[in-house]
């Protein structure tokens, strides 16, 4: 069983910064990454970045230049700095800790934490 847990979501005016933090407890062998998604008011959820064991990032194409994902030595918590926000970066931000188990792949979520970019 992973717990996942997200912090660090506030009211921002545009073009100002934020730092999200998702911490992971449990059973975290065989990790494979983690991954930030977002949710926008009406939309579906959506992948915004994404790290993987090996240290290779992706990030979808409106962060790229605005977002850096990164963990701790212990690759327990994982960091989302973004800045240059923008209104349409507002959503509530879901983490997902993505580990092999039982010859697949588990993706636990926490509950997310809202991110609002006033105008």
């Known amino acids: 069983q992973v717990h996942v847990v997200e912090s660090g979501g506030d009211v921002v005016a545009t073009g100002g910064s934020l730092s999200l933090s998702c911490a992971a407890s449990g059973n975290l062998d065989g990790f494979i990454g983690m991954a930030w998604h977002r949710q926008p008011p009406g939309s579906q959820r959506e992948l915004v970045a994404r790290?993987?064991?090996?240290?290779?990032?992706y990030y979808t194409e409106s962060m790229k230049g605005r977002a850096t994902i990164s963990a701790n030595g212990a690759r327990n918590v994982v960091f989302l700095h973004m800045n240059n926000l923008k209104p349409e970066d507002t959503a509530v931000y879901y983490c997902d800790y993505i580990i092999a188990s039982g010859g697949g792949v588990d993706h636990n979520w926490g509950q997310g934490t809202q991110v609002t970019v006033s105008a």
């Open positions: 790290l993987l064991g090996g240290g290779a990032t």
